[in-house]
């Protein structure tokens, strides 16, 4: 009898082990899939010529397969984004957590969250019907779906990650250090900006980070504004992401073409960078949390 | 008190007040302005028979009854697979687990998913569900996507209230002789209803807003099914069909209507669960 019970509690034990272990299986599946689908590729156009080639051809009666105008694309416009988001986010968030009324703050946060939840796609919409145009009048342009549409557009997004992220880490900071800051004379402002902000500086990085993480991984939004040529990124131009650049041929690619498994390759330098900045979010995370 | 700080502190002082009062407004503007404009757009171009049919070459009108039924059937389908992985991954980890290093590195995989951008699911869910495991493009392959890319988020929500459940309630039990598995069915698994809740909400919320991963699992077509049906054929969510009637067809009126659609249930859903999880916080006390 007791080794029955003992029996079945070691199958459901073993169930839930194998419920735990599924996030790693899936990881591990993603990984194996990027890496099987993308590497032949690379390995048949050659690393260099994949990765610092200018040209994306793939259609052309001599194909060229460089992705170096998407990598830079996105190197690009997420520092962009970073630029114009994170001062911004920044300071909205020390306001939020240091100086804003309970009521002031509850809005505001409730406001900030749910611009985390509208859908990409929305985002792209009124980019491409308010932002484009805008930027077309403006800077007198030909066209005005570029390179600093899609910035503009990611700097927005990743607003509220900023804010929550450096919201929930000047909060955690001790009083006392404030308190001590206080003591010495300094007003609410020098306190806030010069004890506050250094003792939140892994956290504050760590949003950056994952801003960065947001932006770089972006497609839909930015599809949708950046006009999505191939070019070698420049401000007012059309240009395309390592993102858009998969999701804007796959629907049209012959499969098992070799056009099709360069852009896995693509996804695969995508997820590379992806698991670098990753990697530097857990560190500075951590950080945080031992500080 | 002011003057004696000297003019270089006030400066930096005025200075440090005027960005903040800039950037708070400035985030502010940005929100009413987007919601104000996506709605004032949308919200005139819905009419019931916008919202009841399926479109029709014939009259040449435009009804977004399938993409509607399609969001609903995604999210049933998803949540019936996600919530059994997310909730057991969530109970191994803090009833079962005694290794710490298992537990690091279960902990390290979500973080990792959770950090993987949508278009990569949506390419590694179309070589997995729709070309290796031959579902082809349905509803099926781009709902066992979102159960990947949402496992993180009900685990997280289900292992934060499972640490809420004070630890007396199991001792309670196993005091009582009755095994592991009976404590967390009958003890703990209550305990952490608010938490799973909570997640569910926070998983229909992104559902409904994702697309990028549904664009090559799910397709674009406008069929009207029935469920059974629908799980099984290709069928484009609101979003997806957002997208392509903004991109491809040029319908701007339609593509309004629907991200105005969009704005008010993603709207609805995170503000309830924040009420759903303030409503369980004063229940408890």
Same mark, same amino acid.
């Given at each position: ?22 996030? @790693? ?16 590729? =690379? ?85 491409? =019907? ?22 503009? =557009?990611?700097? =927005? ?37 010069? @004890?506050? @902000? ?26 949708? @504004? ?66 | ?285």
């Amino acid at each position: 009898m007791k080794s029955k019970k003992q029996l079945i509690e070691n199958i459901i034990h073993g169930v839930f082990l194998i419920l735990g272990l599924i996030t @790693v299986a899936c990881v591990l599946v993603i990984t194996i899939y990027l890496l099987v689908a993308g590497i032949p590729a =690379i390995n048949k156009i050659g690393f260099m010529k994949f990765m610092f080639g200018t040209k994306w051809a793939p259609t052309a009666s001599e194909p060229a397969y460089g992705i170096l105008p998407f990598i830079l694309t996105s190197v690009y416009g997420t520092s962009g984004a970073i630029i114009l988001g994170v001062p911004v986010g920044f300071f909205t968030s020390v306001y939020l957590a240091k100086f804003a009324s309970p009521k002031m703050k509850k809005i505001v946060e409730t406001a900030v969250s749910l611009l985390a939840g509208i859908p990409s796609v929305v985002y792209g919409l009124v980019g491409m =019907i308010v932002l484009v145009p805008a930027v077309r009048k403006v800077f007198n342009l030909p066209d005005g779906a570029s390179l600093f549409a899609a910035i503009i =557009i990611l700097a =927005i997004m990743i607003l509220p990650s900023i804010i929550k992220v450096s919201m929930t880490s000047l909060e955690a900071v001790p009083p006392e250090y404030e308190e001590g800051s206080f003591a010495l004379g300094a007003t609410p402002v020098e306190t806030y900006f010069r @004890v506050s @902000v250094t003792a939140a500086k892994s956290g504050i990085v760590a949003a950056i980070v994952l801003g960065v993480g947001r932006a770089i991984g972006e497609a839909m939004a930015v599809i949708m @504004v950046s006009g999505n040529v191939a070019n070698m990124p420049s401000l007012f131009q059309s240009v395309r992401f390592l993102t858009t650049a998969v999701s804007s041929e796959m629907s049209y690619v012959s499969a098992g073409s070799l056009h099709q498994q360069a852009l896995f390759s693509i996804a695969l330098v995508l997820f590379f960078f992806i698991m670098l900045i990753n990697a530097c979010l857990n560190f500075f995370l951590k950080r945080d949390k031992t500080n | 008190m002011k003057e004696s700080l000297g003019s270089k502190r006030n400066r930096y002082i005025k200075t440090m007040k005027f960005l903040m009062g800039a950037s708070v407004f400035l985030t502010c503007a940005l929100i009413v302005a987007i919601i104000g404009y996506v709605l004032i757009r949308g919200i005139p171009n819905i009419t019931w028979e916008f919202l009841s049919t399926k479109p029709s070459y014939l009259s040449g009108t435009i009804g977004i009854l399938p993409d509607i039924l399609n969001t609903v059937y995604l999210v049933i389908t998803t949540l019936v697979f996600v919530l059994p992985l997310g909730v057991g991954a969530a109970i191994y980890l803090t009833e079962y687990a005694t290794n710490k290093k298992v537990v690091a590195v279960i902990e390290y995989a979500a973080e990792t998913l959770s950090g993987i951008p949508s278009i990569i699911y949506g390419l590694v869910g179309m070589l997995l569900f729709c070309q290796f495991m031959s579902l082809k493009t349905s509803i099926l392959a781009g709902a066992l996507t979102l159960v990947i890319m949402n496992l993180p988020t009900i685990m997280r929500t289900t292992q934060e209230s499972l640490k809420t459940v004070p630890q007396s309630y199991r001792e309670g039990g196993f005091g009582l002789g009755a095994g592991r598995w009976r404590v967390i069915r009958t003890v703990v698994l209550p305990g952490c209803i608010d938490g799973i809740i909570t997640g569910c909400i926070l998983t229909v919320g992104r559902i409904v807003g994702e697309s990028a991963a549904l664009l090559f699992t799910a397709g674009f077509a406008h069929a009207l099914n029935g469920f059974f049906e629908g799980v099984t054929s290709p069928g484009a969510s609101l979003t997806v069909a957002l997208y392509v009637y903004a991109k491809e067809q040029g319908e701007f009126e339609v593509a309004f209507a629907i991200a105005a659609i969009l704005m008010v249930l993603t709207v609805t859903i995170n503000l309830s669960a924040t009420m759903v999880g303030k409503f369980f916080e004063k229940r408890r006390g």
